[in-house]
């Protein structure tokens, strides 16, 4: 009885959430003013311009404002489900983010392991640097470049000539588009996604591979069971973040290389709210369509994530 009565004295009461947020704001209270500046421009320029949202279920216009605006309920969300060009713009959103991620995403994966296996210091930083400047090379000039030697007179058709094809302008074919696209994108970002890989790569512990080759184990076999089961939550993580912008595909990059030839292929959901919104005018339609997208993506990300929870142990939330 005594020994239960002592137990009981050495209880710690429990604190109240606010009792523990203001006795850890005096302890850090220098760290929570260093946080002010970030939330007052996360407030301003993320969540304040989300009450902006509500003009898709309005017939807005300018003049009256959002307040005065006619409410629509879900009819901008309805036009655009009967759209003619809804299959069209979901077909090709599609086709061009699966096709990125089956080529972009793993390609870094592969590069950082090659790049891992390099001896000579002075290459590995010679290769990194010349795989890291294209990303930093304005998407402008880019797309300028790959229009350029994409001409009838430019350097693919002067190579095609060479080879005994024809000379053509390939970015006015629209079973060219895709190819452009993806092998000009893995030429511009594989150097710099590769970076997050190389970090997590020089995080292994340097005794497992020791181990493994004390063990009898070749290179592809390190590779194997100790390289990528290594990289396993950086991968899983940075796919489910792709996986929650699978129909954000890259809209600037579009809008500078498509063509009306090409709409067929190229026309994307981003381009089309580009269309709709800033050139037409149609505020409300143009709203519908992003929150859509938006909402799509979340429920992709919402999905992966809770597959990779349960499959792999590895997740965001």
């Known amino acids: 009885m005594n020994n239960f009565m002592q137990r009981k004295s050495l209880t710690v009461p429990k604190l109240s959430f606010w009792k523990v947020l203001r006795r850890d704001f005096i302890m850090n209270k220098y760290k929570y003013l260093l946080m002010i500046p970030v939330l007052i421009i996360l407030a301003l320029f993320a969540y304040k311009p989300m009450y902006g949202l509500v003009i898709a279920f309005q017939n807005y216009r300018p003049r009256k404002g959002i307040a005065g605006s006619d409410w629509v309920g879900l009819q901008n969300f309805i036009n655009f489900f009967l759209d003619p060009y809804f299959p069209r713009l979901i077909r090709n959103t599609l086709s061009i983010s ?39 090379i304005s998407l402008v000039v880019v797309c300028s470049l790959i229009k350029i030697y994409c001409q009838s007179n430019g350097l693919f058709s002067q190579i095609s000539v060479a080879l005994g094809g024809q000379s053509a302008n390939y970015l006015s074919q629209p079973n060219k588009f895709y190819l452009i696209y993806v092998v000009s994108d893995l030429w511009q970002t594989i150097g710099w996604n590769s970076i997050i890989y190389l970090a997590a790569l020089s995080s292994i512990d340097q005794e497992q591979y020791e181990a493994a080759r004390i063990d009898g184990a070749n290179r592809f076999q390190q590779i194997r069971y100790v390289t990528l089961p290594g990289l396993s939550t950086t991968i899983t993580v940075l796919f489910i973040l792709r996986m929650g912008s699978v129909l954000n595909v890259g809209f600037e990059k579009i809008l500078l290389l498509y063509s009306e030839p090409t709409y067929s292929v190229a026309d994307v959901i981003s381009t ?46």
């Open 98 to 136: 699966i096709l990125t991620i089956i080529f972009g995403f793993p390609t870094p994966i592969i590069f950082a392991l090659l790049l891992n296996e390099l001896r000579s210091t002075k290459f590995k930083r010679t290769v990194q640097t010349i795989t890291y400047m294209p990303y930093f």
């Open 272 to 317: 089309y709210v580009y269309r709709r919104g800033i050139i037409k005018a149609d505020y409300s339609y143009a709203t519908a369509v992003g929150l859509f997208n938006s909402i799509v993506n979340v429920f992709f990300l919402v999905i992966t994530n809770a597959l990779s929870k349960r499959y792999t142990q590895s997740s965001l939330f």
